[in-house]
């Protein structure tokens, strides 16, 4: 079948769509498409309306958010475990922007910028935690952590304190904690000598804990007493360094860090005893053993 061509008017010239034979504009014809758009577009609100209640009754937006920072907060576990940090943080960052609320997340950016060093971050992640989880135990520990390599003793001591109060977390560990942290801040230093007395009664072969009782001595001008204390924490960390309780693989290799970390800052605190004793010699070596183990007190409070 042959195309049907244009209307023609009376004289025989095509007649304009949309325009009678007398040329006007033809309304009834701008009328049908005028209402033709009016449906469709009401056909598009409803649509986006149903879209929009589905959405929001049932949390679709956020669940996928969810899905989507725990894929990334996974990856960025994956990463740490291969030692690759840097990536690690940023995947942290990406799972925590998809999902902001979510606490283990927030908690695993924390933990992730303590160990990068990012105290300030880790502290204000740490604080985040526990505005949505107040009982949230390790992101306390953080930002007791956080409190005292930024130097803020006072701070710390008083986290403690309101753990203490609560009755929270470890007791030893927390009059441990704070106990080092009047030691620091140079404030209450009786009462950081009876809180570590107190621990050391129950784990009398704790070196952290020694290490402890030998600092605050130190701040309380008792230098052979802390010299004792400091040298027998030493001798338990040095044992330990060398023998075979250790974790295999990457736990492994943290653990050995972690001593050696601990073992620097007690041989540090020891070559300030040595120092007040007018012990130059035995000072300035333990301040270079100290280094050795990659001990470096202007890294921070330690």
Known sequence: MRPTGPKLDKDGFPIPQGFDEAGVADLAGDSGATMRRIRWVLRMALVAALVTFIWTHYKVG???SDRVGLYFGQEAVNLYRRNDLPRALVAADRAVRWSPKNGELLLLRCQLKYVDKNYEGA????????????????????????????????????????LLEKQLDDRDTLLNDRAYARAQGEFDLEEALKDINEVLKSHPENSAFIDTRGYVLFKLGKYDEALKDLEKAIDITEAQLGGDDLGLGFRRDRQLQALEESLGEMIHHRGEVHEKLGEKKKAEADFRAAQRFGFDPSAGAY
């Not at 502290?123 to 803020?152: F, I, K, N, T, W």
């Open 62 to 64: 956020v669940k996928i």
């Open 123 to 162: 502290l204000a992640d740490a604080e985040l935690v526990l505005a949505h989880e107040p009982l949230e135990m390790q992101a306390h520990r953080l930002r007791r952590m956080a409190l005292h390599y930024l130097r803020r003793h006072r701070d710390e001591a008083a986290a403690a304190t309101e």
